[in-house]
């Protein structure tokens, strides 16, 4: 079976490799096709997540060892290399002759027997000599690059915006295993009871660092507990509970979640208007729009509205100053989620940074009329980038003088993430290492009743 395992992986590696697919869906496919064991998915998952996180490093350390050069190589190979390499120096539960030999007959099975003794001498040559050093790299950005696994690109933005302690520190995070947290649904239950129902199902949680309404997975699956299937928790990181708590949705409320799929943060407004009021949820895909439909289902939520509509179009289809709070978790790089998918930082490129930041500005302005005066507009992202974050912030200020930051947002925010906020402004960036999280941004500005001596709307 784990022979079955390691050709598994391959073919899901190299599928990544040549499509740009996303690896947690292809890995999804892949388990459910193969009908794998729980141990063997636990490998499969190590194995592709593994691999693609380190692919950089991997790479640098293999080229001494292929004479011809690693751009040479059928891509197959490269993947099968990769993959051998990522168990022998990271994981040490496998001995390397049983890497070796594995690697040599997926390499017989999958080609001739050239490429079988190509794939053999490399992989025993690097076990008798051992491979270099990236932390003896004497430029911190190369350096940074391949000793974490980072495109060079971003990490020189990094160290530009957040400089070099700051961005080892966060290359460090990416590196790391995400954590497993579940979001109580304070309408049904509390944490405490969650907790104490986890234990008897056999799953090791415990309160989550920084979200009230967080309890963090030790050991267990969440996803198959019957409290996740009778809507008491849903599956969601720390840094994203925030979004629903900072907006500060109160009873009876209309409020506009503009950008909602798959639907966590939406789920989470409904959930804290104790099923009152009514949450709109819009996204741009339709697909997308039955995954906040089954979310909503499964926690018994009878509040929330969704459709398929481009938010920068939502003038056309509601008045203005509909809504009391507005929810713009924006579409983004997703760089503050780079330890869940890996396959992000590579994918991505400098100028998609510049062509997202216009998309985030367009729909924060559309959807900036549709607010009652008064109300609260909170703009967030699942990035770290300054430029689809802080400056998206600055610009949306200085071209709608209706707006102000929200001078209530700190009350909103958890203790822990207080020291973060700027001071006089409502916004805040959480970095993957401050509290083992994802990386997240928010932002909070409230509505002006009257400006210039005209009230609004």
């Not at 395992?5 to 869906?25: D, G």
């Not at 388990?31 to 729980?38: E, N, P, T, V």
């Not at 636990?42 to 691999?51: K, N, R, S």
């Given at each position: ?69 690693l751009q040479k190589l059928d891509k197959w190979v490269l993947v099968l290399l990769r993959m051998s390499l990522y168990q022998m120096v990271y994981l040490d539960r496998i001995p390397d002759h049983a890497i070796i030999n594995e690697a040599v007959e997926i390499a017989k099975a999958r080609g001739h027997k050239g ?37 060079q690109w971003l990490v020189h933005r990094w160290i530009e915006q957040f400089g070099i302690e700051e961005t080892e520190q966060m290359c460090e995070a990416n590196t790391q295993p995400s954590p497993v947290t579940g979001r109580v649904n304070v309408m049904k239950t509390s944490r405490e009871q969650v907790l104490e ?261």
């Open positions: 079976m784990k022979q079955n395992v390691r050709n598994t992986a391959v073919e899901v590696l190299l599928k990544i490799e040549q499509n740009q697919a996303y690896s947690n869906l292809l890995l999804n496919q892949s388990i459910q096709k193969a009908k794998l064991s729980q141990q063997d998915t636990g490998l499969l998952t190590e194995l592709v997540y593994g691999t693609v996180q380190r692919k950089n490093t991997l790479d640098y350390l293999l080229e001494p060892f292929v004479a011809k050069g490429i079988s003794g190509m794939v053999n001498g490399v992989l025993r040559r690097i076990q008798r000599e051992g491979t270099r050093e990236p932390s003896d790299i004497k430029n911190d950005e190369e350096r940074l690059s391949l000793q974490y696994s980072m495109p129902s986890l234990d008897k199902e056999g799953i090791d949680g415990s309160k989550g660092e920084l979200s009230p309404d967080a309890v963090r997975i030790k050991k267990g699956g969440l996803s198959h507990s019957s409290l996740f299937k009778e809507g008491y928790v849903t599956i969601q990181d720390e840094s994203s509970m925030l979004v629903a708590r900072a907006l500060g949705p109160q009873p009876d409320e209309k409020i506009l979640d503009a950008c909602a799929a798959p639907g966590g943060k939406t789920t989470h407004i409904a959930e804290l208007l104790n099923n009152t009021g009514e949450v709109t949820a819009l996204d741009l895909h339709p697909h997308k729009v039955k995954l906040i439909e089954e979310q909503a289902g499964r926690l018994d939520l009878g509040n929330i509205s969704a459709e398929a509509l481009d938010s920068r179009k939502a003038g056309e289809k509601f008045a203005p100053c509909s809504f009391d709070r507005i929810l713009v978790d924006a579409p983004c790089s997703g760089f503050g989620v780079i330890r869940k998918k890996p396959d992000i930082k590579w994918s991505k490129k400098e100028e998609d940074i510049h062509r997202i930041a216009e998309i985030q500005q367009q729909i924060l302005s559309k959807v900036a009329e549709l607010l009652k005066p008064g109300g609260t507009l909170l703009y967030s992202t699942c990035t770290v980038d300054k430029e689809e974050n802080h400056e998206i912030a600055a610009a949306f200020l200085d071209k709608h003088p209706d707006f102000e930051w929200d001078s209530t947002f700190s009350e909103r925010l958890p203790d822990p993430l207080k020291p973060f906020v700027g001071p006089a402004q409502a916004q805040v960036q959480i970095l993957p290492q401050y509290f083992n999280s994802d990386g997240f941004y928010l932002a909070c500005f409230k509505k002006k009743t009257t400006t210039g001596g005209e009230t609004q709307c």
